[in-house]
Every structure is written in C-alpha cells, then in structure tokens.
C-alpha cells in the first residue's frame, strides 16, 4: 500500500447522507481513507424510510468496477446494498479479478421492519458467491437468521454458534452484532480461525441510529489495511461508531431516525468548521 489507504465501497445510495456510499464516504474521510464508490442501486430514502429503490443493471457495475479497478486498486472493500443475484455475482466475479486485499461484506438482506429485502434465490448467491470470498462479514441476528435458514440468536451462547456456522459457509470472519438483544451493553461475537471472541460497547440512548450498520463496516475497512490484524481494527471501528452515537443528538437530521455523527472527531476538535 501506497499513500493513504484506498477503499472502496460497492454500495446503493443515500440521498439523507447517513448510510449507503453517502455515508460510507462520510465514514472513509473521518478515518483518513481516500473513499470510492460504485453505485448498485439508487434509493429513496430519508431518515423515516425508503419510499423506492433503482437497481444498477449488472453490466453497468461491472464497467464501473472495471473502468476504477484498473486505475486505482483498492486496499480494501466494503460491499453493502445488492439487490438481486446478478449484482452479487457481477461483484463476485470483479472481487476474482481484481483480489483487493481486504473485503467486509455487511449483507443488507433484512428491514428494519423485519421484511426480507432479497428474494430467495439473491440470499442463495449471496450464500454461495460473496461469503467465500469475503474476509469479513457483518450481519445482524436477523440477517445471521436468513442466511443459517434457522431462527435468530437470543443468546450470547447461541451468537457464538452461529456465528461459527457462517464461518463454516466460507467466510474468513464473522462480526455477529448483538444490537438486536436487550440489555445495556451491545455484545457482538467476531468468530476467527482461532475461534470466537466477545466485543462489547455500551448501549447508547439515542433513537438516532440511521447507517450504524454501513458505518461500522465502512469503518472496519478503512481501519483494517492500517490494523495488524481483524480483532484491534473492529475494536477501533466499534470505539468510532461509538462515539459518533454519542453525538448523533447534536446534528438534529430529518424527522425520524437521524444519522450518527461521522464528523464528531474532526468537528469538535475544529469549532471554526461550524463557524
């Protein structure tokens, strides 16, 4: 690696700038990565929800993927929104090609509402495509749930074994997080080749928790070309979003659920960036 850490996220869009590449980059920038994007789908999309969502026709990601790759090689990847199993396939094809060093994939598979957001055969290539050829996956109790095809986890003892399974699937590591359980610590599980280990984080009081998940596996990919190893750099990325909870009540975005403060950092140090 060369100059300043390059990452990429191959996502769908934001326009309320709290998650999706928006916030990705957001992400990126905070930690001193150089962001790029490839754009997989245009989404509606506020902090009270998403009203419609344009899917990038497959062959477009791939020359998007093509036409950067070949310029500008990735340090790393976060891989977030892939609607259908062309799109995680054209991904999975250009991840053969191009075999950026580091890849999270925070599987987007199920709403906040409990819809499931892939149809069946999208969740099967995800399954067989994206997790072997991922060095990191992300995903929520729910999401965990829907890729295991099985119930999700209601206990710490339970997130373990689950999490293992999907290491049994292909992928290198699991990041399992807890936030779903109840309780005033978060505990996510982060199962590696050694085994599985306990990350906790207070629960922060805020209902301004819009782009949490794209933030922390941004943050993981940013963080993990300049970490010795998985274990300190989602320790470091946890440490950040934590943070940018704690000050997410200060931005005052939208009407429903805002976004965290990806800027908290760089804003509180700077008064004169507010001025």
Not at 100 to 127: H, I, N, Q, W
Not at 157 to 182: N, P
Request: some cysteine; proline content about 7%; overall charge negative.
């Amino acid at each position: 690696m060369s100059g300043v850490p390059k990452v990429l996220s191959i996502a769908g869009t934001d326009p309320s700038g709290g998650a999706g590449i928006q916030g990705d980059l957001k992400t990126f920038s905070a930690l001193g990565a150089y962001g790029m994007t490839v754009v997989t789908a245009l989404v509606a999309q506020t902090t009270t929800g998403v009203t419609g969502i344009h899917e990038v026709p497959a062959a477009f990601v791939t020359s998007q993927l093509d036409t950067l790759l070949t310029d500008v090689p990735a340090d790393a990847v976060k891989i977030g929104m892939l609607g259908d199993a062309a799109l995680i396939k054209a991904v999975a094809a250009a991840l053969d090609t191009y075999r950026p060093p580091y890849v999270v994939l925070d599987p987007v598979m199920v709403a906040k509402s409990g819809d499931r957001l892939l149809p069946a055969d999208a969740v099967t290539a995800l399954r067989e495509e994206l997790l072997p050829r991922a060095d990191l996956i992300t995903p929520n109790l729910p999401e965990a749930a829907d890729l295991l095809g099985e119930p999700p986890a209601e206990t710490l003892s339970e997130m373990h074994a689950q999490a293992l399974r999907l290491r049994a699937l292909g992928a290198r590591q699991v990041l399992l997080k807890g936030g779903h359980l109840d309780g005033d610590t978060c505990v996510d599980v982060l199962a590696t080749p050694d085994g599985s280990i306990e990350l906790s984080a207070p629960r922060v009081a805020t209902r301004n928790t819009h782009g949490t998940g794209c933030t922390l596996s941004s943050a993981i990919a940013a963080l993990r070309p300049r970490h010795d190893d998985w274990p300190d750099a989602v320790r470091a990325a946890k440490d950040y979003l934590t943070e940018a909870l704690r000050a997410a009540d200060t931005l005052g975005v939208g009407h429903g659920h805002g976004p965290v403060h990806h800027f908290h950092a760089v804003w509180g140090k700077d008064a004169d960036v507010l001025r």
